[in-house]
C-alpha cells in the first residue's frame, strides 16, 4: 500500500505578551487609475490578529491579560515586529506594546 505525503499547515503560538498578524494588503491601484509599483509601496500599518499569547507575568507572578483577541484588526507602530513567511502566508510578531489602536468597523 503506498503512503501519500500529506502537507500539515504550521501554526505559530506567541509567548507572553506577543501577537501574530496577518498584514493587510492595500490597494495598488489610487484612485486616479495611477498602478502604484511595489518599490514605491510603504509598508502596511493595519493586520488582522490570528493569535495572541497568554499576557506577560507582572513583578508579582500573576499573568496580565492581553486587551488584544484573535481577530481584531489593529494598527501597529511602523518599523517594529520581526516578519516570518510560514507556508506561503506572511505575518509579523510583535509586542502588544507595539499596537497603537483597535480598528473597529
Keep these: ?50 493569535a495572541v499569547g497568554p499576557g506577560r507575568l507582572d513583578d508579582n507572578g500573576k499573568r496580565v491579560p492581553m486587551d488584544i483577541q484573535v481577530g481584531d484588526r489593529i494598527l501597529y507602530a511602523k518599523y517594529t515586529g520581526t516578519e516570518v513567511k510560514l507556508d506561503g502566508e506572511e505575518y509579523i510578531v510583535l509586542n502588544e506594546k507595539d499596537v497603537l489602536a483597535k480598528i473597529i468597523v
Design 1 to 50: 500500500m503506498a503512503k501519500t505525503a500529506t502537507k500539515t499547515k504550521s501554526k505559530l503560538e506567541p509567548l507572553a505578551d506577543r501577537i501574530v498578524i496577518r498584514p493587510l494588503k492595500h490597494e495598488e491601484v489610487t484612485a486616479s487609475g495611477l498602478v502604484i509599483p511595489d518599490t514605491a509601496k510603504e509598508k502596511p500599518q493595519q493586520g488582522e490578529v490570528v
